[in-house]
């Protein structure tokens, strides 16, 4: 059974750019999460998607948003991006919500 | 304010002997607890989960919660070198949000 696939694996972009995130959740899974991780700040939640809607969101501003499609593949978009947003972008998914929690290899973003 | 706090270490400990790693957290009315690795550069791998009060075993894990003391720890029988990497708690919330802790650093001395 194949795991969390994100893509792309490694981007560099440019600050000011916008970058979006992919990610294909394990087969049958449902729910779909996003997390930033940084040395210094952890892993912070960005938000959460389930049916196609969002569940949960984290306190980042609105430069950062998702989506969900039918077939529960779901992307991220960063906007206008700033030096702060490189970090590790990492996707969980979970058969329902409030199950257990796979992540993805994750994305690896710098910003110059 | 929601919190998972764990100790950051680093948590340096002798090969073969019992890891034993820490975590508290805030919301009375968390259900779940699990507890995922993390070796660098790499993403978060699960190790286990546990939902009642008491300890749940699993090879050379253990974790052990306690609710009332709003406490879930992780022992790591028989420390090996692989085993060195930062150790994450996290808790569901209500409304089914995963929360998790800043992490405990361990390494395993050969």
């Known amino acids: 059974k194949a795991g969390v696939t994100q893509t792309p694996r490694y981007l560099i972009k440019t600050r000011g750019q916008q970058v979006t995130l992919s990610c294909s959740p394990i087969?049958?899974?449902?729910?779909v999460s996003w997390y930033q991780q940084t040395p210094g700040q952890g892993l912070q939640f960005l938000f959460e998607?389930?049916?196609?809607?969002?569940?949960n969101k984290g306190n980042f501003p609105g430069r950062f948003s998702g989506r969900q499609f039918s077939n529960s593949r779901s992307e991220m978009n960063v906007s206008t991006l700033e030096l702060g947003d490189s970090a590790l972008y990492l996707c969980?998914?979970?058969?329902?919500?409030?199950?257990?929690?796979?992540f993805g290899e994750g994305s690896w973003l710098t910003v110059v | 304010q929601k919190e998972v706090e764990q100790n950051s270490g680093p948590l340096s400990v002798p090969e073969g002997a019992i890891a034993s790693l820490n975590c508290t957290y805030s919301?009375?009315?968390?259900?779940?607890f699990f507890w995922y690795r993390q070796y660098s550069g790499k993403s978060p791998e699960l190790i286990m989960f546990?939902?009642?009060?008491g300890d749940k075993e699993d090879g050379r894990f253990t974790a052990q919660l306690n609710k009332a003391s709003q406490y879930v720890s992780l022992l790591i029988r028989d420390s090996q070198p692989s085993d060195s990497a930062t150790y994450l708690c996290?808790?569901?919330?209500?409304?089914?949000?995963?929360?998790f802790g800043t992490g405990t650093s361990l390494t395993v001395i050969p």
């Open positions: 969980a998914s979970s058969r329902d919500r409030g199950n257990t929690i796979y």
């Open positions: 087969s049958g899974h449902r729910s």
């Open positions: 998607y389930f049916s196609e809607t969002q569940r």
């Open positions: 919301d009375r009315g968390s259900q779940s």
């Open positions: 546990i939902y009642s009060n």
């Open positions: 996290a808790v569901i919330w209500t409304g089914n949000q995963f929360y």
